[in-house]
C-alpha cells in the first residue's frame, strides 16, 4: 500500500461491557483496514475526521458499493443495489425524496404527541414487572416491548406483531445469520407490513398510522410503501431497545451517576448516547471519487467503517472521555451520525429513553443487578451493540446476592 499502513482486520472484543475495544482505540484517528472479502478500506476512529466523512457527500451509502467489516458469511455476498424505498442506502436526491416524505413523522412536534404514549407503554411495562415479581429480565419485560410497541402504533401496525417482528430483527442484525436467514426476516418483516397495506380503506387520508398517511399521499408505489415499512420497523426499535438495556446497565452499576439521572434526564440521556453509543461496525460510507482526508487519500470504491464508539470517547472533542458523568454537556456526539443520513429516528429515541429510564428507577428506587455484571451477556455479534439478557432484582436483598 502507498501509504505503508499494514491493513488490520477489525478487532471486535472490548474490555469492558461498556467500553469500545482496546484495538481501534490504539489506532491513528484513520487507518487501514483489512476486510473478510479482502478488500483493503479503511477505519476512522477520531472524532473529526468521522464527522468530516459523515458530512461529505463525496462518500456514499449505496448498499452495492460498501464491503461488510465483519461476519465473513455475509461480508463475501456482494450485495445488490437498495430496492425503492429503501432509503438508508440510498444517495440523494433519492434519499432526499423519501426522508421529506418522513420528516414530519419524527419530527419533535409528533414525538411530542407520542409522548403520552410512550408514558402508557413505559407504565404498562413496569406494572407487569410489579405483578411478576423479581428477578426478571429487563431486556425481554421493559426494554424491548417499549419502543416496539410504540413504532408498531406510529407506523399503524398492530401490536400482536410487535414480537414477530423483534424475532426478524434480531436475525436481520446479527452479523453471523446466513444469507437465507437474513432473506427469510425480511419476508417476515414484509409480509407484516403488506397486511397492514392491504387492511387500508381505500380513498382519502387516514388516520390510522404513517403507513396510511403515505399511502394516502398516492406518491409511493406499493414496493415501496412495503419497503419503506420494512426498514421503519426493523430500524425503528432496536437500537432504542439495546440503548434502553445497556442504560439501565450501566447506571445500575454506577450508583452516583444514577443518582443524579432524574435531575436533568435529558443531559443525562446525551452523555449515555455518547458514552455508549451502540452502533459498532454498520455504519459505513464508501468513496466515489479520491478524497483526501486527515492527510490520506481515501481512494473511489474505498470503503470506510466509522467507529462511532471510539470516535465518541475522542479526548481531543470529549475532556475525561472514559468517564460517565451525566451531568456534562455532550451535545455534538456522533451517536446519531451526522449529516443527511443522521438517524431519522433521534427524537423520538431520546424521548423513549428520558421516559423510560427516569420511570424505571423512580418505579422502582432499590433495582439491583441480580448477577454479577461479569455474568451479563452482551452482543459483540451485532451490528447494534447491547445485552442479550439483564437479569435484575429488587426488594429484599437475599444473603448470596453477588455485591
Known amino acids: 500500500m502507498s501509504d505503508g499502513q499494514i491493513a488490520q482486520p477489525l478487532e471486535t472484543d472490548r474490555p469492558t461491557p461498556f467500553d469500545p475495544p482496546v484495538e481501534l ?5 484513520l487507518s487501514r483496514l483489512a476486510y473478510p472479502d479482502g478488500h483493503l478500506g479503511w477505519v476512522a476512529t477520531g472524532y473529526s475526521v468521522t464527522r468530516a466523512i459523515l458530512a461529505d457527500p463525496r462518500f456514499s451509502t449505496r448498499r452495492e458499493l460498501l464491503h461488510q467489516p465483519v461476519g465473513r458469511e455475509r461480508a463475501i455476498e456482494r450485495p445488490t443495489p437498495a430496492e425503492p424505498g429503501i432509503f438508508p442506502h440510498m444517495d ?20 411530542a404527541e407520542l409522548t403520552p404514549t410512550i408514558r402508557r407503554y413505559t407504565a404498562e411495562a413496569l406494572h407487569g414487572m410489579a405483578d411478576g415479581g423479581g428477578p426478571i429480565d429487563l431486556v425481554a419485560s421493559f426494554a424491548m416491548p417499549i419502543p416496539a410497541l410504540v413504532i408498531c402504533e406510529l407506523l399503524g401496525v398492530q401490536a400482536e406483531d410487535r414480537q414477530r417482528i423483534q424475532a426478524a430483527t434480531a436475525v436481520m442484525n446479527d452479523l453471523d445469520s446466513r444469507a437465507e436467514q437474513v432473506i ?26 404513517l403507513l396510511a398517511h ?18 421503519l420497523l426493523a430500524t425503528g426499535h432496536l437500537p432504542t431497545s439495546s440503548m434502553l438495556a445497556l442504560g439501565a446497565f450501566v447506571l445500575l452499576t454506577n450508583p452516583a451517576q444514577r443518582a443524579r439521572l432524574a435531575a ?42 466509522l467507529a462511532l464508539p471510539v470516535a465518541n470517547r475522542d479526548p481531543e472533542r470529549f475532556p475525561d472521555p472514559d468517564t460517565l458523568d451525566v451531568t456534562r454537556s455532550a451535545t455534538g ?19 423513549e429513553l428520558r421516559v423510560a429510564l427516569t420511570a424505571l428507577f423512580e418505579h422502582f428506587p432499590d433495582l439491583r443487578l441480580a448477577v454479577s455484571p461479569a455474568e451479563v451477556p ?11 439478557r439483564l437479569p435484575v432484582a429488587w426488594g429484599v436483598i437475599p444473603p448470596d446476592h453477588p455485591r
Not at 451517536?335 to 443527511?340: D, E, N
Not at 452482551?378 to 442479550?388: E, I, K, L, P, S
Open 25 to 29: 482505540r490504539r489506532r491513528a484517528p
Open 92 to 111: 440523494p436526491p433519492e434519499h432526499t425524496r423519501y426522508r421529506r416524505l418522513l420528516s414530519r413523522h419524527f419530527g419533535p412536534r409528533r414525538v
Open 184 to 209: 427469510d426476516a425480511v419476508t417476515s418483516i414484509t409480509g407484516t407490513v403488506r397486511g397492514v397495506l392491504a387492511r387500508l380503506p381505500a380513498g382519502g387520508p387516514s388516520d390510522d398510522g
Open 214 to 231: 403515505a399511502a394516502a399521499t398516492g406518491d409511493l408505489s406499493d414496493d415501496e410503501l412495503t419497503n419503506l415499512g420494512m426498514v
Open 264 to 305: 436533568d434526564p435529558e443531559r443525562a440521556v446525551e452523555e449515555l448516547l455518547r458514552y455508549l453509543s451502540i452502533l459498532q461496525f454498520d455504519v459505513r460510507r464508501t468513496a466515489l471519487v479520491d478524497v483526501e482526508i486527515d492527510g490520506q487519500v481515501i481512494a473511489a470504491g474505498e470503503t470506510v467503517v
Open 333 to 351: 456526539h456522533l451517536a446519531f451520525g451526522h449529516g443527511v443520513h443522521q438517524c431519522l429516528g433521534q427524537h423520538l429515541a431520546r424521548a
Open 378 to 388: 452482551t452482543r459483540n455479534h451485532m451490528a447494534v451493540y447491547g445485552v442479550d
